[in-house]
């Protein structure tokens, strides 16, 4: 995966496994709900990388998934680029999704901690 894809995926794995592990260890849910917002960033970010194609990134994608299953480089698969760069809009859909959950539940969670 080229850069930047590829460091914008690896952030959001990596936000959302921590999210997780600070969220136990500090019993505190609006760090919790300030993980999930950071990592849906990042998935929003990752998304747009292969929604617009930067650095090849859809088509680097494309190119794997032919290569693995040996299908010609010309022949027809579901994973042709205009399909990838749908999964990329899904991406930033699901985290957006993620950034709203996460701003609504720190808001709430806020609210009932300090009244």
Known sequence: MPEPARTFERW?????????????????????FVGMGAAGVFLVLFGRCIFRDFNGAAS???????????????????ADVPTLKGIGFWYMLVGGGFVIIAVVGCV?????QFG
């Not at 494309?62 to 010609?72: D, H, L, M, T, V």
Request: net charge positive; charged share 20%.
């Open 60 to 78: 680097a994608w494309s190119k794997f998934y032919r290569e693995s299953k040996g299908i010609a480089p010309d022949g027809f698969t579901l």
């Open 12 to 32: 959001a794995v990596v936000l959302f496994a921590a999210t997780f592990l600070i969220g136990v260890t500090t019993r505190l849910d609006w760090v919790m």
């Open 108 to 112: 709430a969670s806020m609210v009932r």
